[in-house]
C-alpha cells in the first residue's frame, strides 16, 4: 500500500487525506471549499469507499483537474498573452497538443 508519508497536509499521520486535511490544504492553497464539494470530491475519487484518500485516490482527483484545465484552455480560440503572461500562452499551446495515447502500464512492464 502506498500512504502519504510525511505528507504536509496529512494532519493525523495516517496515510490519507479526510475531509478535514483537504479543507486544510484548500485554505493553504488560498482555494477553500465547501464541506459539501469535499465530501463530494472524496466520494467521486474513493476507489474503496473508506471516505479518505489514498495516495493513489489523489491522484487521481489531480489528473482530472488537469484534464478538466485541458479541456477548458482547448476551448479558449486565443490568449491573451499581455493578460496570462508567457506562462499561461506556454500552458495555452501545450493544451492544444494531441494527448499522447493511453497505455495499460500493468500490460506494459518490462523487465
Known amino acids: 500500500m502506498v500512504m502519504f508519508m510525511n505528507f504536509r497536509y496529512d494532519t493525523d499521520n495516517d496515510g490519507y487525506l479526510d475531509v478535514e486535511d483537504l479543507k486544510g490544504m484548500m485554505m493553504v492553497r488560498g482555494v477553500p471549499w465547501t464541506h ?16 479518505k484518500l489514498s495516495f493513489r485516490e489523489f491522484l487521481i482527483t489531480q489528473r482530472k483537474n488537469v484534464e478538466w484545465a485541458r479541456r477548458v484552455l482547448c476551448a479558449l480560440p486565443e490568449i491573451d498573452v499581455g493578460r496570462v503572461g508567457v506562462k499561461g500562452a506556454k500552458k495555452y499551446f501545450e493544451a492544444k497538443q494531441p494527448l499522447p495515447p493511453k497505455t495499460n502500464h500493468k500490460n506494459n512492464m518490462s523487465y
Open 36 to 51: 459539501s464539494a469535499i465530501v463530494r470530491l472524496i466520494r467521486d475519487a474513493d476507489e474503496d469507499g473508506d471516505g
